[in-house]
């Protein structure tokens, strides 16, 4: 049984397999999105992971015009206004306009997180449905204490866990060995409850709003993050 076991695992373990992929990865903060899609993309040729909140600090650090607008959103653990985020979707993944090429195969971590945005997603991609909706679920209880362990590596963007996940022995990434890692501004407890509320309140609806598609799956994201990489790899054929 054992080796069967593993026959099985070793013919579905193929991220090579997926191809022209255009996924949403759904499900609230702290429920591995960004480190589920970081090594999808790693692994699947081609396959660009496309992070709202990741495009949204480089703007902060970067002192855009839009990332002024954005951090104080972001601060306090609320939504960037639909128009400015959808803006910054259309342009990285093309059918924005007409100068823009369009990207091949994605997964759009973080975004629709709003009726508005879902619908102009839909909207933007035209007869190229969305090939694969993820909504990560997880017990509410278990988010806090993953954000508030969270730790990004300032360098490439690996995401530790200080316990489940943690950094190398003298502190630094475990991926490219950079000394600085960051605790997101928005990993803090007050900006934690209001992001989970703003969750529930504002993005927990999409999963109707797919639900009709067919391109619906959960995915039980309150397990180590190897049998969530797993079935996600299924998930995504
Ligand atoms: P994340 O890294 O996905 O947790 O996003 C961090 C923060 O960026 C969020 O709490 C929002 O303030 C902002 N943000 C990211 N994606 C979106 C989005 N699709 N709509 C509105 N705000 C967003």
Request: proline share 5%; hydrophobic share 35%; with cysteine.
């Amino acid at each position: 049984m054992g080796e069967a076991h593993h026959v099985t695992q070793a013919v579905h373990n193929d991220a090579t397999e997926i191809r022209g992929a255009r996924a949403v990865f759904l499900g609230p903060p702290g429920a591995g999105k960004g480190t589920q899609a970081q090594r999808l993309a790693a692994d699947a040729a081609g396959l660009a992971h496309l992070s709202t909140g990741d495009m949204l600090r480089a703007a902060v650090k970067a002192g855009t015009p839009l990332g002024q607008e954005a951090k104080g959103y972001m601060d306090a653990g609320k939504l960037v206004p639909d128009e400015v985020i959808i803006g910054l979707v259309q342009e990285r993944i093309g059918g924005g306009g007409e100068r823009t090429t369009r990207l091949e195969s994605w997964i759009l971590d973080g975004f629709p997180r709003t009726l508005p945005q879902a619908e102009a997603l839909d909207k933007s991609l035209g007869d190229e449905c969305l090939t694969r909706v993820v909504a990560f679920t997880i017990q509410p209880e278990v988010l806090v204490k993953r954000l508030s362990g969270r730790r990004t590596c300032a360098n490439c963007g690996h995401i530790h866990h200080i316990e489940f996940h943690p950094p190398k022995a003298d502190g630094s990434c475990r991926s490219c060995g950079h000394a600085e890692l960051l605790h997101r501004s928005d990993d803090q407890p007050e900006a934690i409850r209001k992001r989970l509320q703003v969750y529930e309140e504002q993005t927990a609806p999409l999963l109707d709003y797919y639900r009709g598609t067919g391109v619906l799956k959960e995915l039980d994201a309150d397990r180590a993050p190897e049998a969530v990489y797993q079935e996600l790899l299924q998930v995504m054929k």
